[in-house]
């Protein structure tokens, strides 16, 4: 009963391991994460503002 209850644990992580990871907006100065404020995207930690395409800025 414990192998099984291993096996599954091992399946589990080899499904974890195929999933992509998701993909994280970040600060093109420092690397911070990027939040939305007022429909403008915003670093948490150096508080830069990243404008869009339409913007002007690059992305």
Known sequence: MVKHVSQ???MQQQDEQKQ???C???CPVC???LMEI???LQCS???TICE???EGGPG
Do not use: I, L, V
Request: hydrophobic residues 10%.
């Open 24 to 26: 994280r907006a970040a």
């Open 8 to 10: 599954d644990n091992s």
């Open 38 to 40: 007022r429909q403008k």
């Open 52 to 54: 869009t395409c339409c």
């Open 31 to 33: 690397g911070g994460q």
């Open 20 to 22: 992509p990871q998701s």
């Open 45 to 47: 930690r150096c508080h």
